[in-house]
């Protein structure tokens, strides 16, 4: 009988040293649904040795030896006269360095911004056929009014997908065929008044037309846009992937949206008992 060999699953993310915690978090939900040999590629602009020492070390028994982790350094200066958005920092921007920063044999890469957790395999999302697209990515879930404004404010056409960044599967091969390393910096730098949602806004300029679109629903449930709706639970219960794409996080003690348990059930396995008592406490003082 012939063995099916799988390739090691390649992870893309960036962060600053406060949400070394909910990356964790978040890689820790990965790996207890996907059994499998993981590059880890964190970017990053100033976490210390020793903070990139700890991180390792939460994962060097979970891992069971599969899981590899790369700290990536980035110099903030690239991004030097582009204006800090104040919910989203520049570490946001740390994406758009991809053809610089990887490594050149890595082909492909799954991004997953640090407020996700995982709840299903996406060994089938992972493995989608190269057919010469940049990326497979999910409908941001915006009301249609918004889209429209949106759409307008980021230069795209009224009709066009827009879709959200925070799970994006990267072909890079075909990205480095049509792009350069620095032509994703370039349009930051030269389209200022369209960066409504900072680097979002070049990668949907950048990759349309150039992209397949997975179920949201299933590969990116954005809490700000289901937890009013009444079947909310329902949708919660069969997506794999779940953003908490809101202003207040579920590890803050002020979060009291929907999957706030459903995080804590990973958050206390990774971080320990000791910060999901501090979290619920921390709402009763």
Not at 85 to 90: F, L, T
Not at 130 to 151: H, I, N, T, W
Not at 198 to 224: E, M, P, T
């Amino acid at each position: 009988m012939k063995c099916e060999v799988r390739r090691a699953v390649n992870l893309l993310t960036a962060v600053n040293e406060a949400y070394l915690d909910p990356l964790a978090v978040m890689l820790y939900s990965f790996i207890r649904w996907n059994k499998t040999e993981l590059n880890i590629y964190i970017l990053h602009f100033e976490i210390s040795p020793e903070r990139q020492r700890q991180f390792r070390a939460q994962f060097r028994k979970r891992g069971n030896g599969r899981v590899n982790i790369y700290f990536l350094k980035a110099e903030k200066e690239i991004f030097s006269g582009i204006a800090e958005d104040q919910r989203y920092k520049y570490e946001t921007n740390l994406r758009l360095l991809m053809l610089k920063m990887l490594p050149q044999e890595t082909d492909r890469i799954l991004w997953l911004d640090v407020d996700i957790i995982v709840k299903g395999n996406l060994r089938r999302l992972y493995e989608y056929p190269d057919k010469g697209q940049c990326a497979v990515v999910c409908d941001d879930m915006f009301p249609k009014s918004e889209r429209s404004y949106v759409l307008k404010k980021s230069g795209m056409c009224h009709g066009d997908r827009y879709f959200n960044a925070g799970v994006m599967l990267l072909y890079l091969n075909n990205i480095r065929k049509m792009f350069r390393e620095d032509d994703f910096t370039g349009w930051m730098h030269d389209n200022p008044e369209k960066l409504i949602y900072q680097d979002q806004s070049v990668l949907n300029n950048c990759f349309k037309h150039r992209l397949v679109w997975a179920n949201a629903g299933i590969y990116n449930l954005q809490l700000l846009r289901v937890w009013e709706l009444p079947d909310e639970r329902r949708r919660l219960r069969r997506a794999r992937i779940v953003h908490y794409n809101t202003k207040d996080k579920p590890w803050s003690s002020a979060y009291q949206g929907i999957g706030e348990l459903l995080y804590w059930r990973y958050g206390i396995m990774i971080l320990g008992i000791g910060k999901c008592i501090g979290h619920f406490a921390g709402r009763c003082v």
